[in-house]
């Protein structure tokens, strides 16, 4: 089975804080997705990730960063956390052969106050 | 802009019977559709998935229907039962022009009675 992990599954930070939330999987996938889920508005994609130091920005990048130096662990980065960005997070992983299949993590309930 | 539209927040149903999920897309180039479920406290785990190159694809109590001219999708899951109880999620690729990124609805919560 495809195990993806997150760092935290809760999370309390200040704002202007230096967030890194930490996902890595185990199944040798090339794709890896970041995820913001909020009520009423579904899950919207931040950024993305095809290859090892390949990055694509998604639809809502702004605030974010994200680092992908080894093939399982993909990083999303708040520069300077705000309480906009209080959120669920989710990371997602797929491999080239079922793209469209997309493993998730539990998600991290990040909190900004 | 919301491309991919779940009009129903909340669904409720007896077990046994059908449900019915809906789900209407805006985009052309859209050619790859799932549903996802997701529980409270986890992430959403997939569930199906149709190419538009088909109208119809069933597994098991689910079987989800693909109408390319009205842009719309639906997901049945027949019987129901209580532990389907969860959130589902409508998703859509553009495939390779969009980096095979999903796009998905707000989700609608179903909810089975016994």
């Known amino acids: 089975d495809v195990k993806v992990t997150q760092s935290s599954r809760y999370l309390v930070k200040r704002t202007g804080e230096k967030v890194f939330l930490e996902c890595v999987q185990d199944m040798d996938h090339e794709n890896m997705f970041w995820y913001r889920q909020d009520p009423g508005l579904g899950l919207r994609l931040i950024y993305f990730?095809?290859?090892?130091?390949?990055?694509e920005k998604g639809d809502i990048p702004e605030g974010y960063s994200v680092s992908r130096e080894k093939k399982e662990r993909f990083s999303l980065i708040l520069e300077s956390a705000s309480t906009n960005q209080t959120s669920m997070y989710l990371c997602?992983?797929?491999?080239?052969?079922?793209?469209?299949?997309?493993?998730f993590g539990p998600g991290t309930r990040l909190t900004v106050t | 802009d919301q491309q991919v539209k779940q009009n129903s927040p909340s669904l409720s149903v007896q077990e046994g019977r059908i449900s019915i999920l809906n789900c209407d897309y805006t985009?052309?180039?859209?050619?790859?559709f799932l549903w996802y479920k997701k529980y409270p406290a986890e992430g959403p785990t997939f569930l199906i998935s149709?190419?538009?190159?088909?109208d119809k694809n069933e597994d098991g109590r689910f079987t989800v229907f693909l109408n390319k001219s009205a842009k719309h999708l639906s997901l049945h899951i027949v019987p129901s039962q209580p532990g389907d109880s969860a959130v589902y999620f409508c998703a859509a690729s553009a495939g390779g022009n969009s980096g095979y990124a999903l796009n998905f609805g707000k989700g609608t919560s179903l909810l089975v009675t016994p």
């Open positions: 149709i190419s538009s190159i088909k």
């Open positions: 997602a992983s797929a491999g080239t052969g079922r793209i469209y299949e997309q493993y």
């Open positions: 985009n052309s180039m859209f050619d790859y």
């Open positions: 990730s095809y290859d090892v130091k390949m990055k």
